[in-house]
């Protein structure tokens, strides 16, 4: 069985704030946005010696949110943030070093950290969060950035970055609610029929969000497993100068698909791997035809390397050429790995 190690690269900026209240005081545990990225945001706790993991809260810039109203209790908390997949470039996250389960797709209370340990996809890695004695039952994380804004500065940054996102000519993220954003704001509201005000509000805002994540939903590179049986997926992509960077794994479950490049795709070919998970060992794909560096456990390995000396075995992977498609979908299927499992393993379809 293939084992693994949940790794996330990440930039990781933020603000940990307490804040003294009065007895009469609300007590809860807040989040604060005072990035320009719409984030997606979760925290874990201990309560009665099992760890909670709790999620996920939409946040738009600028937008801080009560996420417990319990009394808070000294000790280590754990949060996590990441920008919404809308949002173009690599994902943001604000993370650290400790690996705790969520569920991808949905709103989740998870009382049993188990329940990931065969999907590092699952896994999230938080940061932890020391919370004083003296902090009268209240507590509040701040997710910011490298450009310092306030809340104000900080919403009005996020309706930029989400025009830039959906294609309008925004040019600077500056936080700054100038003659420009106002021009854009009043074309982006007559395309759409929304008037022809260069103001924003909570609904024009949810309007650029969700389309800026239909349109990330359309673009990418997408493994989709049509087999019966769980696949353990692995991609290699261009990385300049006739160079590959290799990746995995991603666990697909039978008829299951996953995006495993985000945005726009600027290659016209990529690299596949997958193995198949019949129970008591995996099987390699076949009639792969250029080799690449593999490990047990998730990876990330640079061409050109010795695959041994550097802890890695290496495998041969499948090209797969797109031409100048922006999207495109790989499907694993029973005869790619063996005749005996094309036949006992049936042909689920993808989607």
């Given amino acids: 069985?293939?084992?693994?190690?949940?790794?996330?690269?990440?930039?990781?900026?933020?603000?940990?704030?307490?804040?003294?209240?009065?007895?009469?005081?609300?007590?809860?545990?807040?989040?604060?946005?005072?990035?320009?990225?719409?984030?997606?945001?979760?925290?874990?706790?201990?309560?009665?010696?099992?760890?909670?993991t709790r999620g996920w809260w939409r946040l738009r810039a600028g937008q801080c949110k009560v996420v417990m109203t319990e009394a808070i209790r000294p000790g280590r908390y754990f949060v996590y943030g990441e920008a919404i997949p809308g949002h173009r470039g690599p994902l943001r996250t604000w993370s650290g070093d400790t690996a705790l389960c969520v569920e991808n797709e949905s709103l989740f209370t998870l009382r049993d950290q188990d329940v990931c340990a065969g999907d590092p996809r699952r896994q999230r890695d938080f940061f932890a969060v020391d919370v004083p004695a003296d902090n009268d039952g209240s507590y509040r994380t701040e997710f910011v950035e490298e450009t310092n804004y306030n809340v104000y500065k900080a919403e009005v940054a996020g309706v930029q970055r989400l025009l830039q996102d959906v294609g309008y000519g925004i040019r600077n993220i500056d936080g700054a609610l100038g003659r420009t954003t106002q021009e854009v704001l009043r074309e982006?509201?007559?395309?759409?029929?929304?008037?022809?005000?260069?103001?924003?509000d909570d609904a024009l805002i949810d309007q650029l969000i969700a389309e800026a994540n239909e349109r990330d939903a359309k673009v990418g590179f997408f493994f989709c497993n049509s087999t019966q049986l769980p696949v353990w997926a692995a991609i290699a992509r261009p990385a300049g100068e006739g160079n590959y960077n290799s990746s995995g794994w991603w666990r697909l479950e039978g008829s299951e698909c996953a995006k495993v490049i985000?945005?726009?795709?600027?290659?016209?070919?990529?690299?596949?791997?997958?193995?198949?998970?019949?129970?008591?060992?995996?099987?390699?794909?076949?009639?792969?035809?250029?080799?690449?560096?593999?490990s047990d456990v998730q990876f990330e390995a640079e061409d050109g390397i010795d695959c041994e000396d550097n802890g890695f075995v290496e495998a041969s992977f499948r090209k797969v050429s797109i031409g100048s498609e922006k999207s495109a979908t790989f499907r694993f299927a029973p005869e790619q790995f063996n005749k005996e499992l094309a036949t006992t393993s049936g042909n689920a379809g993808g989607r």
């Fill in 1 to 52: 069985m293939i084992k693994h190690i949940a790794i996330v690269s990440a930039i990781m900026v933020c603000t940990l704030a307490g804040f003294g209240l009065s007895s009469s005081a609300r007590a809860e545990y807040s989040f604060c946005n005072k990035t320009s990225y719409a984030l997606s945001a979760a925290i874990g706790y201990v309560d009665e010696g099992r760890m909670f």
């Fill in 188 to 200: 982006y509201r007559q395309d759409r029929g929304m008037g022809d005000s260069g103001v924003y």
């Fill in 262 to 294: 985000r945005g726009d795709l600027t290659s016209d070919h990529y690299y596949v791997y997958g193995m198949m998970d019949i129970g008591d060992e995996d099987v390699p794909m076949i009639a792969g035809e250029k080799p690449f560096c593999i």
